[in-house]
Nanobody
Framework: QVQLVESGGGLVQPGGSLRLSCAAS????????MGWYRQAPGKQRELVAT???????NYADSVKGRFTIARDNAKNTVSLQMNSLKPEDTAVYFCKSNLWTVSGPGDYWGQGTQVTVSS
């Protein structure tokens, strides 16, 4: 069984910063991609940023230059540094990982953490 646990969400004023963290644990053989998605009220879940095990990153256009994703492959963790936050960044942020367990490959999600950007 695999668990992804996020932390670091909260309330921040526009222009502020937050750092999200996610740790994967369980019967993991290898992790390929780790990343972050978000879902705002009434909207579909969307990609924020992902990083492969080799370090290749992919960012949504809306967060380029403001958010930075980082991984620690040895610890099975991924983080998202969010700067210059805007009200439109308000959403539940989910950690996602594509990984291999003894049962084979699969996608796993965390429970989500709320990020609210408001004055």
């Amino acid at each position: 069984q695999v668990q992804l646990v996020e932390s670091g969400g909260g309330l921040v004023q526009p222009g502020g910063s937050l750092r999200l963290s996610c740790a994967a644990s369980g019967s993991i053989i290898q992790i390929y991609t780790m990343g972050w998605y978000r879902q705002a009220p009434g909207k579909q879940r969307e990609l924020v940023a992902t990083m492969t095990s080799g370090g290749t990153t992919n960012y949504a256009d809306s967060v380029k230059g403001r958010f930075t994703i980082a991984r620690d492959n040895a610890k099975n963790t991924v983080s998202l540094q969010m700067n210059s936050l805007k009200p439109e960044d308000t959403a539940v942020y989910f950690c996602k990982s594509n990984l291999w367990t003894v049962s084979g490959p699969g996608d796993y999600w965390g429970q989500g953490t709320q990020v609210t950007v408001s004055s």
